[in-house]
């Protein structure tokens, strides 16, 4: 079964820092998509940032990066320069082309600290 | 006005009521889903849908049905609500296509409590 997993449930850092939060994944595919999805208080589901596992290229969005490393299974999300918006559940999400069934990690709340 | 609407945004039940959560969308995409979010376990998926007439189970369809009376609608039904149904849920589309459209896009969500 594939999965997707969120180690750390709870992450603080301070504003202007970076910081980064991790993602893992299980699958016998080689063709999928990754995202990182953001959720403020607002509760609004947030796309972050995508990235296709056929691209070597890591994704990138203004302060947001990821470190998509293929071989490990690995799709982390480093955020530059903290603002205190970024505070908010981040979620790592997979999906197979074949399928077109999203899989969710149970999501690391964080936290920007003034 | 929001691509993807859920009605209601809250909603407080009693245990056994009947209750249906509706999703419309204006985005014209063919794919619909409906998850639940619970704390520590994230969003989980309870029905999809990829047209009309296809309506597919997730890994948590128990105790819920759907409809899909239309491309743009969506809605979920719980025919008996039970406490444990007390959760965040979720519509969602995507447009359906390979390459850079397979992005999921979310309602606002409901907040249902099953007393």
């Known amino acids: 079964a594939q999965t997707v997993t969120q180690s750390q449930p709870e992450m603080s850092v301070q504003e202007a820092e970076t910081v980064t939060l991790s993602c893992t994944y299980d699958?016998?595919?080689?063709?999928?998509?990754l995202f990182w999805y953001k959720q403020p208080p607002s509760r609004q589901m947030i796309l972050v940032i995508r990235q296709e596992a056929y691209k070597q290229q890591n994704a990138t969005e203004n302060r947001f990066s990821v470190n998509f490393q293929k071989a490990a299974k690995s799709f982390s999300l480093k955020i530059s320069d903290s603002q205190l918006g970024d505070t908010a559940m981040y979620f790592c999400?997979?999906?197979?082309?074949?399928?077109?069934?999203?899989?969710f990690g149970t999501g690391t709340r964080l936290k920007v600290l003034a | 006005d929001a691509d993807v609407t859920q009605t209601p945004r809250n909603r407080i039940t009693k245990t056994g009521k009947r209750i249906m959560l509706e999703c419309s969308q204006t985005k014209g995409h063919d794919r619909m889903y409906w998850y639940r979010q619970d704390p520590g376990l994230g969003l989980r998926l309870i029905y999809y849908s990829f047209d009309v007439k296809d309506i597919n189970k997730g890994e948590i369809s128990d105790g819920y049905s759907v409809s899909r009376q239309a491309q743009a609608k969506f809605s979920l039904s719980l025919e008996s609500a039970i406490p444990n149904q007390t959760a965040l849920y979720f519509c969602a589309t995507t447009p359906g296509s390979g390459g850079s459209q397979e992005t999921q896009y979310f309602g606002p969500g409901t907040r249902l409590l099953v007393l």
């Open positions: 699958t016998s595919e080689s063709n999928y998509y």
């Open positions: 999400a997979f999906l197979t082309s074949g399928t077109y069934k999203y899989i």
